[in-house]
């Protein structure tokens, strides 16, 4: 089965640096990857993905980098404001199946 | 709202009693996915629906979990004979189930705590 490695599980920066989270997976054949944040006493919130098709996609100060060659996939948050401030998983999805593969998630401290 | 509830928010039960958790998930969306998630960890896939058929159950779904869907709108999940390791957050989440349909809302969870 699909396997989801997550890095760094604590990253903590200063109020407008930019934050990095990398992930890989293991099957070649995972075509969609999901970003969730998960606020403290809330459920796993949505904010980008990426489909296997494209190698980069942004919105706003998100942006997700896909490398299917290497299998790896990253999140860039730029200009990070404390409000970041949270736990983010990464996810994979094989093509066929419906049952996403979970990182064990990162949590984000900016600092103000 | 139209996101995805669920009923009740938080739960505390004692051991050897039997619980059961709602989810009401987003309106026309065919696929329903309950997740167990602990402190420190990812979500944990239990199961998931499409309509009211219950497609695939995880190894970590023991005999003492059930869900249903009865209708193809909501759905429950029952845990029996509660024991200390089931205290965790249990997730819903829904999706269209369409092509490309694929992407996963969640609601914001049932926290359980079995003393």
């Known amino acids: 089965g699909e396997n989801v490695e997550q890095h760094p599980s604590t990253l903590s920066v200063q109020e407008g640096d930019s934050a990095v989270i990398k992930c890989t997976y293991s099957?070649?054949?995972?075509?969609?990857f999901p970003w969730y944040k998960q606020e403290l006493g809330k459920g796993p919130q949505l904010i980008i993905d990426i489909r296997s098709n494209v190698g980069e996609k942004k919105d706003q100060r998100i942006a997700v980098t896909l490398n299917k060659t290497a299998k790896h996939f990253s999140l860039h948050i730029t200009e990070t404001q404390p409000e970041d401030s949270a736990v983010y998983f990464c996810?994979?999805?094989?093509?066929?199946?419906?049952?996403?593969?979970f990182g064990r998630g990162t949590s984000l401290i900016v600092h103000p | 709202d139209t996101g995805v509830s669920q009923n009740p928010r938080h739960k505390i039960t004692k051991r050897g009693q039997n619980v059961t958790f709602r989810c009401d998930p987003i309106s026309e969306h065919n696929r329903l996915y309950w997740y167990r998630q602990t402190l420190g960890q990812g979500p944990e896939f239990l199961t998931y629906f499409q309509n009211e058929a219950q497609l695939e159950k995880s190894r970590l779904l023991s005999d003492r979990f059930s869900a249903e869907r009865p209708k193809g709108s909501f759905s429950t999940l029952e845990i029996q004979r509660t024991e200390q390791g089931d205290s965790a957050m249990y997730l819903c989440a829904s999706s269209p189930g369409t092509q490309g349909g694929e992407t996963q809302y969640f609601g914001p969870g049932t926290r359980l705590l079995v003393l």
């Open positions: 996810a994979a999805l094989s093509g066929g199946s419906y049952i996403p593969t």
């Open positions: 099957d070649s054949a995972s075509n969609y």
